[in-house]
């Protein structure tokens, strides 16, 4: 089946650990996006890659950090940085080869900080 | 101006009613108009999607109406199931540009 998987569903961190949330594809797309969801609240943009080994901030980016060293895999690092780091965290994806920007979401990953 | 405004935030309808989310933009660039739906606990997943070049499209029970003149595009959900309950969210994008401008989303309760 081809999707974006997400894990782990739950994560739970103590205050000032690092924590890295797993996103991975197998659609052959070219963009991933990391997103970050409130209660009652839209997305926001963390950080997006459009190609391997390229990545852009994109509106909440402090406190995150990201890698893409494969087309398949964007990986989102939850540093000690982040003030409120506990959220619903959605990983997306989007082909290049599609007129319009359709993003693909995983199922997400809650993050609960202790 | 890369805003896109949804309202309202919260909307209940009793069941096979029409529940009618709005949103507006002002960058006349934009020039792909998705809704995504998403259940509690899940990702978002693309409902239906419009371009300018039309003012309507039907999927199903699901039509967006858009009017260009007024920067502003809807999502109407005909004969609403208590499965419709959901937030939706709709977006704009522009061109090759690989991001989405999000709205805040609808949280949408549909009474038995």
């Known amino acids: 089946d081809g999707g974006i998987t997400q894990s782990p569903k739950y994560l739970f961190r103590k205050e000032g650990q690092n924590v890295t949330l797993s996103c991975e594809q197998n659609?052959?797309?070219?963009?991933m996006y990391w997103y970050r969801q409130d209660p009652g609240q839209g997305l926001r943009l963390i950080y997006y890659?459009?190609?391997?080994?390229?990545?852009q901030k994109g509106d909440i980016a402090e406190g995150y950090s990201v890698s893409r060293e494969k087309k398949e895999s964007f990986p989102l690092t939850v540093t000690s940085a982040q003030k409120n780091p506990t959220a619903f965290y959605l990983c997306?994806?989007?082909?290049?080869?599609?007129?319009?920007?359709?993003?693909?979401f995983g199922p997400g990953t809650r993050l609960t900080v202790l | 101006q890369q805003q896109v405004k949804q309202s309202p935030q919260s909307l209940i309808v009793q069941k096979g009613g029409i529940p009618i989310i709005n949103c507006a933009y002002e960058n006349t660039a934009f020039d792909y108009f998705p809704w995504y739906q998403q259940f509690p606990g899940k990702g978002p997943a693309l409902l239906i999607a419009?371009?300018?070049d039309v003012s309507e499209k039907k999927e199903g029970r699901f039509t967006i109406s858009f009017n260009k003149s007024a920067k502003q595009f809807s999502l109407h959900i005909m004969d609403s199931q208590p499965g419709d309950s959901a937030t939706y969210f709709c977006?704009?994008?522009?061109?090759?540009?690989?991001?989405?401008?999000w709205g805040a989303g609808t949280k949408l309760i549909i009474k038995p």
């Open positions: 977006a704009a994008s522009m061109g090759s540009n690989y991001q989405l401008i």
């Open positions: 997306a994806s989007s082909s290049s080869q599609s007129v319009y920007n359709e993003q693909f």
């Open positions: 890659s459009q190609i391997v080994n390229d990545f």
């Open positions: 419009i371009r300018p």
């Open positions: 659609l052959n797309h070219d963009a």
